[in-house]
């Protein structure tokens, strides 16, 4: 199953080539910040079966040991790598071309979720990462 994407200015583009190992929502303070929005929607993938290319690709070491990268032209945040899964990338779901395809399992340290954001999907929740 071959999957791909880009960023909103078309900058960016990746292709996974294997489904991903997890699909869920983060809700950290620090995943809200680089997403401006209520929480993160990730795929995890092995990096070994995603290709990321572009000119415009650029990282940021938001805090020790994570790695997020972003299109520098439109500002997209495109990835998500953190030394706790050293295997894995973790790419935004709304980047894909059929992110409809991508179906959450579960959300990720709701101790810090928004206080308005109601969680009635009926999908685990986890204090820390769920994967």
């Not at 290319?53 to 520098?72: D, E, M, W």
């Not at 030394?83 to 059929?98: C, Q």
């Amino acid at each position: 199953m071959t999957m791909v994407g880009q960023c909103l200015c078309g900058g960016v583009t990746f292709e996974a080539l294997d489904s991903p190992k997890w699909v869920g929502h983060c809700h950290c303070p620090s995943c809200r910040k680089a997403t401006s929005a209520a929480f993160a929607s990730y795929a995890g993938f092995e990096k070994s079966q995603v290709q990321l290319s572009g000119a415009t690709l650029s990282q940021y070491k938001s805090s020790p040991g994570i790695v997020r990268s972003f299109c520098n032209k439109c500002g997209s945040p495109v990835s998500f790598e953190g030394e706790a899964w050293p295997s894995e990338i973790h790419l935004h779901v709304g980047l894909f071309e059929t992110p409809e395809a991508l179906i959450p399992t579960g959300h990720s340290y709701v101790k810090t979720r928004l206080s308005w954001v109601k969680l009635d999907d009926g999908l685990p929740q986890t204090h820390e990462f769920n994967s």
